[in-house]
């Protein structure tokens, strides 16, 4: 049999000119295709046996550090594919403490460049098929040589260390389905909020305590949380009071809009999603229909509604469920407490409940101090002259309208009187 084969493939060679020429071809087209593929091949060996790669997308913190990090890189300043980022948030001298900045970051595409000696593949790209509306999903993906981690670890932490020297508070808010870097807040000391001495005092010592405690947890089988409620009149600082913390130990601030949020499911992600030694805030927590008390008729409904919102029920587990997550502190604020269903800020859900009141005479003192530092006499005068309690928001507009520093108009009635003790020679020089 064999035989036969090799004198018919014999024969085929000798008189079949057209046999010959398709063999030909073919040897001819695998040379060709191996001489291509093999190159790339070996390419594509040498880059998953001798280099290490991460990657990151917009979802993550991370990717905000790298952005930063990237946008300060000497290679941005003589790369020719750029991309323009309008969204940081830089500290300027202005009344706001906070003006919106640019930085050129590298554009879409394949870059390569040297940091601390070693070469660095970066490819940035926008993941069109999942974007939703305005989300755009970008992706950083870093390789450089080498088989250890150890270089890109230390990317990262250079990365994260410059965000945290920017010397800023940065504010997240939950959008299509991932927290976004919304602004970065001008630090608030905590002086500049004006409580009660024992008060602010006692908030510092047990916020610190918790993010230093995360052993003492372990230790006694207590899930890593903790609750604060802010309560009080319109007015009274307390959202003041989470940015004051936030700036005091150096933690990011996740913004919880309720209202927004359809889904049970969407609500545990958002919670799921903020990280740990973060400060989960959700304000006005009285105003969002799910959290006021509930009738027997109301948990029916609730019951039966489904899909398309979210329930008491869903936030009860996002905060301390089963797959509810630990080492961050959840605040809430509310105008009226006694609103609120109790199932939601029972001990456990809630460890701390704080009262803002309207600020006293030793309260309205020290906050005029803080415009014009000195001025004790003027300061004990002002008090008195106001004569009732008063919130800070309305206190902060009258002391701006004595300013002669400060705006020339505040809208609102003011108290004549006050105003006119503001603005004595020797309170305003």
Known sequence: MYEQIYLWLSTQFVDNEMFVGVIAASSIGTVLYLARALPETLWGMALRYGSVSLEVDNTDPGFDWIKNWLARHPYVRRSRK????????????????????WDLVPGEGRHVFLHKGRPVMLNYWIDEENSKGRFLRQHFHLRTVGRSQEFLR???TEAAILCTEEACVQVHNWRDGYWELSCRKR???MDSVILPREQAA???????WFFKAGDWYAERGIPYRRGFLFSGPPGTGKSSVVLALASHLGKPVYALNLASVSQDSVLMEAFAQVPQDAILLVED?????IAKKRTGKDAKKEGAQGLGMATLSGLL???DGVAAPEGRLLVMTSNHPEHLDPALIRPGRIDLHEWFDLMGMDEIR???LRFHPGREADAVHFARSIGRPISPAELQCKLLAGDPSGPREVGGELDSDAVEVAMTPAAAE
């Open 317 to 319: 587990n996002a905060i």
């Open 202 to 208: 006692r908030l510092i010592a047990d916020a610190d």
């Open 154 to 156: 230390a990317l990262v």
């Open 285 to 289: 927590i009285d105003a969002i229909r």
């Open 82 to 101: 750029l991309r323009l980022s309008g969204r940081q948030y830089r500290i300027d001298a202005g009344q706001s403490g906070e003006s919106e900045g």
């Open 187 to 189: 630090p608030r000391p």
């Open 366 to 368: 020290r906050m005029y």
